[in-house]
């Protein structure tokens, strides 16, 4: 489901007032939660926590927890508090800090936010893109410098893309650079036939055979344990010269050292990155000084009205469960992933 169709359900959700309400936790990093939980407080009986000792106060007798603070470890640590629960909602594309053992063999669906943030994390990727080929981070220095600089640019017409991880994030990225010329390939865990998308979709445990022909590698794959440190020195050295890396899926995944390294000593022309294994990064981290990476704050997806687009899509799956339909963005919590996501 996309963010607008998310945005267009706020005046579908109306309330029954015979139907009980749902005891609902939300987990969130502030007190007080963000200004769009407000809203959920005609739909149930609403407990906010902010940290593992809030958490096991609210978790006794709550049937759903709602997940918006998605790097915290309080949710494991107060797990033996959970008696109730019948489903987890993580307000999030990303499900890997929940994949806990105790989570993962319970019999708990587990849904998330698949499909709000996938147009604009393609758009990011397309500009990251459009900025390397049209040397941008090099117009804004000499603008600063008033320096008047003439150069030839890159096209990205007809450049082969490689995503690695081709679920509904990869598969808007594809969409997207396919629309303005380029070649996009798919790495997915299982081979799969090309499609109105992807000219060829390759299996993960064959990646080192395409990463050289790759003008750029956009990473969007979720962080599983098959996908933990998958961009390592070896890759990077796979890697053409010339070619660009771009991570807008998970920080772990790349091995954050090897990459430096690559950058430094220009093994790969740059990289574009809005995650990172360290979140925030520090201000000492030499990734700021290079001049061949741009850089965000793991900010890639959210747009204008983002947080109500997530209340919007847990409104409308919280229908759904008070009818007994099933649940969308199921996630099969032995892969780490709703299916579509990689």
Not at 25 to 35: N, Q
Not at 146 to 159: C, N, Y
Not at 166 to 183: F, N, Q, W
Request: aromatic content about 6%; charged content about 25%; glycine content about 6%.
């Amino acid at each position: 489901m996309s963010h607008d169709n998310a945005v267009k359900m706020s005046a579908e959700h109306a309330v029954d007032p015979d139907e009980p309400r749902p005891r609902i936790t939300v987990l969130t990093d502030t007190p007080d939660g963000p200004p769009s939980v407000g809203r959920l407080h005609e739909h149930g009986d609403i407990r906010i926590a902010h940290d593992e000792a809030s958490l096991r106060d609210a978790l006794p007798g709550s049937e759903i927890l709602l997940v918006t603070d998605f790097r915290t470890e309080a949710l494991e640590a107060a797990w033996p508090a959970a008696d109730s629960l019948r489903w987890v909602h993580a307000a999030s594309a990303g499900v890997d800090q929940l994949m806990f053992d105790a989570l993962v063999d319970s019999d708990i669906p587990v849904t998330n936010a698949q499909g709000i943030f996938d147009r604009n994390i393609a758009e990011y990727v397309l500009g990251a893109i459009l900025m390397f080929a049209k040397d941008t981070r090099a117009n804004i220095a000499y603008q600063q410098q008033r320096r008047w600089v003439h150069r030839d640019t890159e096209s990205i017409h007809g450049k082969r893309v490689l995503v690695a991880g081709a679920g509904s994030i990869g598969r808007e990225i594809g969409r997207l650079c396919k629309a303005v010329g380029m070649d996009v390939t798919g790495i997915a865990r299982r081979l799969r036939e090309a499609d109105e998308v992807f000219s060829a979709v390759h299996a993960a445990d064959d990646i080192d055979r395409h990463l050289p022909h790759a003008d750029y590698v956009v990473v969007a794959a979720p962080l599983t344990e098959a996908t933990e440190h998958w961009f390592d020195a070896r890759r990077f050295a796979a890697m053409a010269a010339h070619a660009r890396f771009i991570n807008i899926g998970r920080g772990p995944i790349v091995v954050t050292d090897d990459l430096v390294d690559a950058l430094v000593n220009r093994q790969i022309a740059g990289a574009a990155l809005d995650v990172f294994e360290q979140e925030p990064l520090p201000a000492d981290h030499p990734l700021w000084g290079l001049d061949n990476v741009l850089m965000s704050a793991h900010m890639a997806g959210d747009f204008v009205g983002w947080r109500d687009a997530l209340v919007d899509q847990f409104l409308d799956n919280l229908a759904r469960w008070q009818r007994g339909d099933a649940l969308f963005n199921q996630v099969s919590k032995h892969h780490g992933y709703a299916p579509g996501a990689a």
